[in-house]
């Protein structure tokens, strides 16, 4: 029978420069959601955030997976990201579903000819691009910037809450095979506060949802999140690197910041898909 030991001392060690990258990067990612050229219509920083966290993604996607030939590899599966990324700002989501379908294939062919893993290749193109794809869908829609804003806060409360409760309490751990750090307790502060954002989002009198579906998206979106950040340890731990890379002071890479909002944003794609069918306003 497992006990739960004894609460441990916080690690203060990396929450300095932590929140210092979060002081920096919040206000430039809210501020490219918020601003509208139009009723609906997102400004170009907007268009222009997404563009350049593709590319950057992708880049530390070769950089990790294929580390002889990443230059090839990281343009492949940027071009085709982006083609699906075009054909989405455009409104064209069936194209652009199918463009990364067809570009996972191309960068497969690609990895094989540099002697990579085509595979992984592939899986850059879907793991990257379904996630912007759901982005750029869930902005174009109406209250898009309340749903985005819904995202952003789910992911980042989970997170968060997550790092916070597991330094204070400890206990079990989760899955210590691939994430060594991560504790049950941090796990469940991370969902409750997921749901406590999502509740709290939802009390705004524009944004029509229900409490009782904003906590049904808060849990299944904190659960995502969770599930994203254990996904990415397994890739690290698979790949044998410690951090997807080094751009974010506090953080390593910007896979490692935004692995558990790629899972967020696609899972509160699909529940603002059946909120806007008519379910939970």
């Not at 989002?201 to 906590?215: G, K, M, R, S, T």
């Not at 996904?231 to 044998?240: A, D, I, T, V, Y």
Request: aromatic share 12%; glycine share 12%.
């Amino acid at each position: 029978m497992t006990s739960l030991s004894p609460a441990r001392a916080f690690d203060w060690s990396n929450l300095g420069v932590r929140a210092a990258s979060a002081a920096v990067l919040l206000p430039a990612a809210l501020g490219a959601v918020w601003f509208e050229m139009g009723p609906g219509q997102p400004a170009w920083p907007f268009l222009l955030m997404v563009v350049a966290a593709v590319s950057l993604l992708c880049v530390e996607w070769g950089g990790m997976t294929a580390p002889s030939a990443k230059t090839r590899v990281s343009t492949a599966v940027c071009a085709a990201v982006l083609t699906a990324v075009f054909f989405a700002q455009r409104e064209n989501m069936a194209i652009a579903w199918g463009a990364l379908v067809a570009g996972g294939a191309l960068a497969a062919v690609v990895a094989r000819g540099v002697a990579e893993r085509p595979g992984n290749a592939a899986l850059g193109v879907f793991y990257i691009g379904a996630a912007a794809v759901c982005f750029i869908w869930m902005r174009s829609m109406p209250q898009g910037r309340w749903w985005i804003l819904m995202a952003f806060a789910v992911a980042w409360a989970a997170d968060i809450a997550a790092y916070l409760v597991g330094n204070l309490i400890g206990g079990p751990k989760l899955w210590p095979r691939f994430s060594p750090n991560k504790t049950w307790a941090g796990f469940l502060g991370g969902l409750a506060a997921a749901m406590i954002a999502a509740v709290a989002l939802a009390a705004f009198p524009v944004f029509q949802l229900n409490p009782w579906a904003a906590a049904l998206a808060g849990l299944c979106g904190g659960l995502a999140g969770m599930a994203g950040d254990l996904w990415e340890s397994m890739l690290k731990r698979r790949f044998g690197v410690k951090d997807s890379g080094d751009l974010i002071p506090g953080h390593g890479g910007l896979l490692d910041r935004v692995d558990g909002l790629m899972f967020v944003v696609v899972v509160l794609s699909l529940f603002r898909l059946v909120n806007h069918l008519g379910w939970g306003h």
